[in-house]
């Protein structure tokens, strides 16, 4: 039971922080309930069938199927996140001044639930699929029965929701005034981490090379793979030990992400008065 809890915990840890930055990012946007609701299922959904096609997928790309395929979504989430990042510069203004005027309800800001709406799903799907390969090997192995396997996965699913949810509220307990630039920091963070990530896939399929196999090593200080790592993994793509091609691909995306930020959010509000 302790396994199936702690696999559980953290995959959806690592999928609710990505959902609860979304939410923030999204706060007063009509409608977005129901996006966010609707890719959570299609991400389930989507989790199931990699699971059920995982060893043909594995075997694709002469047994990189795997790498190549999450270097894929993770690509597409950065598309996506760029493309909110980049909105939300534009509009950023417009949006705080609409949240005071009507009370929370940005009809505008439905232009962008789209783009989030696929990071979600494609959050879900990553995690989803790892939950269900994890725990079929427990079940595989005969290490805990199926009752016992229940109950610490939803115990799992519990813990991971509540510790989201904690970072939901805090986000919104920032300022409607600094909320957006928050958020949009944290989200260009995201999306820097997953260009990261799927750049040291591919590097390690051989599709790309790797500049240099490790850049550094942090691990006495913190492992990627304990708890508070995996978390700053979910969030800003942490590694240990990267690859060089991993964090030359980190500083890309963030560079280009604030530099067309800063570029699409114009001056500032007093710079225009003069």
């Not at 005071?100 to 799907?125: C, Y």
């Not at 029965?145 to 920032?174: K, S, T, W």
């Not at 964090?247 to 604030?258: F, R, T």
């Amino acid at each position: 039971m302790l396994a199936a809890a702690l696999i559980v915990f953290r995959e959806v840890l690592e999928a609710g922080l990505i959902v609860g930055i979304v939410l923030a990012a999204t706060e007063g946007v009509r409608g977005r309930g129901l996006w966010v609701g609707g890719a959570i299922l299609a991400g389930l959904a989507g989790a199931g069938l990699v699971a059920v096609f995982a060893q043909q997928l594995s075997n694709t790309f002469a047994g990189a199927g795997q790498d190549v395929f999450n270097a894929a979504i993770l690509m597409a989430a950065v598309a996506m996140l760029g493309w909110h990042v980049l909105w939300m510069a534009r509009h950023a203004r417009e949006l705080t001044s609409e949240m005071k005027a009507l009370g929370g309800a940005v009809a505008s800001g439905d232009r962008t639930l789209f783009a989030m709406a696929v990071v979600v799903a494609v959050a879900i799907l990553r995690e989803g699929s790892e939950v269900v390969l994890f725990l079929f090997g427990i079940a595989a192995s005969g290490g805990e029965q199926p009752v016992e396997m229940l109950l610490g996965g939803l115990g799992g699913i519990v813990l991971g929701a509540g510790c989201a949810f904690l970072l939901y509220r805090g986000l919104l307990a920032i300022p409607t005034r600094r909320l957006f630039g928050a958020t949009n920091g944290l989200i260009a963070l995201l999306a820097a981490g997953m260009a990261g990530q799927a750049a040291a896939l591919l590097a390690r399929a051989g599709f790309i090379p790797a500049f240099g196999g490790q850049v550094w090593d942090t691990s006495g200080i913190l492992r990627d793979d304990g708890l508070l790592g995996r978390a700053l993994h979910a969030m800003v793509g942490y590694s240990d030990r990267p690859m060089g091609v991993q964090v030359m691909a980190w500083l890309a995306i963030l560079a280009l992400l604030v530099g067309l930020g800063r570029l699409l959010s114009g001056p500032p509000a007093a710079a225009k008065a003069v």
